[in-house]
């Protein structure tokens, strides 16, 4: 299936089965290790990108890029295609400009630029990558008093979803949507509506660090909204709402690409089992919570459901051994508040509250009956 792109680009495609498939697909963060991308493109400059991009388009895979592989939420990671620009880091100092291949690592940035004599703003993560640093926005040690590694931005080269290849100089609007407009947040703001089927009516860009965004939002979208919101805006957004009308269903939400970490039977949580659970994703409870059979305890990284045992406690032996009862160190759990778990729930999910918890549970409490209905759906 991948002959063609293979003939097409300069760079490589690692498809399963390949020496080096396992380490190309992985990115830095262990918590994604799990998904497996049916292909990882290496490219190598813009035209590889492109080609990429169209044959993802024909053959409606869904493709991702990846810089540094950084990303806390996993979304360089896919099942489909992984677009690895790490080959295209060629760092050329002239004056004062750099121009700075996309799949650079900081750690090579500061060693080519410091060669010149020369430094930026950016990070302090070694193998984060630039593009994904920028297009975040980029705090450095330096950002007091030379601001964000997008502020430093003078340009760049992008190849859009249907193949062109533009430069900001000719397109003002693309430029200052890389530089993140509103102080690096526009991006992360546009990303959050889009998935809640908002509709952008105006956008100003007030040239001053703010942008003022227009949207039609349907009401359930803004379930949950405000708190993620000035999360990803780290507090700096400006949110306000009103009624506006009625408008023919939107369709399905799915704001959350993740899976639920389903207990599979009551009892108390134990440490132990905690401790295995806890590198699967995010966990929403603590040792000593009474769980039962379809509560749901976490938020897995990956995007499907995971049924599991967070009472299972380690057996016990009459072998005595210096290193068997090491400290266990729990990764502190995620408390959810009303709002959140409302946001934090699919279709066949529910929020259960009582006066002195907020549970989330799924609608069907018995595995077996879930799986029953999940291989209906898929039918
Ligand atoms: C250990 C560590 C240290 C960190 N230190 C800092 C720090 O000091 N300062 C700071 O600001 N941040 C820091 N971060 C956060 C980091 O900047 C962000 O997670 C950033 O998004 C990572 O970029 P990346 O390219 O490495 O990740 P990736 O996972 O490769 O990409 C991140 C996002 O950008 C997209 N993307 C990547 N490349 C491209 C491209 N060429 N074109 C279009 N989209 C692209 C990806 O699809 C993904 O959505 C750190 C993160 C870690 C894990």
Redo the contacts with the bound molecule.
Sequence with gaps: MFDALRVAIDGAVVQPGDPDYDQARK???AQFHDVKPQAVVRATGAGDVAETIAFARRSQLRL?????????SG??STTGIVLD?APMHEVVVDGDTATVG??TRLQQLYADLWRHGRTLNI???Q???????T??????LLGRTYGL?CDRLLGAEVVLADGRIVDTDDDPDLFWALRGAGGGQFGVVTQLLGLRKSRLEQMVNHGTGWVRMEYRVPARGLIGFRTEFLTETRGTGLLHHVFDGYEPWAGDLRTRPTGSLVADRRGPVTAYALFNLQERGTLFVEPGTEVYEGMIVGENARSDDMDVNPTREKKLTNVRSSTGDELVRLIPHRQLSLEQALEFCREDECVEVTPAAVRLRKVSLNAQDREKLRARSRR
């Design positions: 990115p830095a963060l991702t890029p990846r810089s540094g592989g950084h990303c806390f979304r360089s620009v996309a799949g990070g302090c993560g193998t984060v990558g630039i593009a994904g640093l297009l975040g926005g980029g705090l450095g590694t």
